[in-house]
């Protein structure tokens, strides 16, 4: 079983940055896909960002391409979200999340944490 658990989300002007952190509990990090999600007041959670076991090959919603940047560090269970050039129509709650195939695909099986609120004003 893996437990998550986001932090660094905040108030921000559009225009500026955040990062945001993902702290992994449980056994053989490594062996999971990590990803990002965000969902906005009113809409469905959707994708953001995913990386695969051995920070080889990362994956993009086309909103934040170019603009957000997924990280992990297998030595400290760490995953992490890189947001700059933000927009107000970022503004939602962020979920860090973890699973054994890559999370876009599909989160069956996989794991959440609680989520950190993202608020950009314009």
């Known amino acids: 079983q893996v437990q998550l658990v986001e932090s660094g989300g905040g108030l921000v002007q559009a225009g500026g940055s955040l990062r945001l952190s993902c702290a992994a509990s449980?056994?053989?990090?490594?062996?999971?896909?990590m990803g990002w999600f965000r969902q906005a007041p009113g809409k469905e959670r959707g994708f953001v960002a995913a990386?695969?076991?051995?920070?080889?090959?990362?994956y993009y919603s086309d909103p934040v391409k170019g603009r957000f940047t997924i990280s992990r560090d297998n030595a400290k269970n760490m995953v992490y979200l890189q947001l700059n050039s933000l927009e107000p129509e970022d503004t939602a709650v962020y979920y860090c999340?973890?699973?054994?195939?890559?999370?876009?695909?599909?989160?069956?099986?996989?794991?959440w944490g609680q989520g950190t609120q993202v608020t950009v004003s314009s």
């Open positions: 990386i695969m076991f051995s920070d080889t090959s990362t």
């Open positions: 449980g056994r053989a990090f490594s062996t999971y896909a």
């Open positions: 999340a973890a699973n054994r195939v890559r999370p876009d695909v599909t989160m069956r099986g996989g794991y």
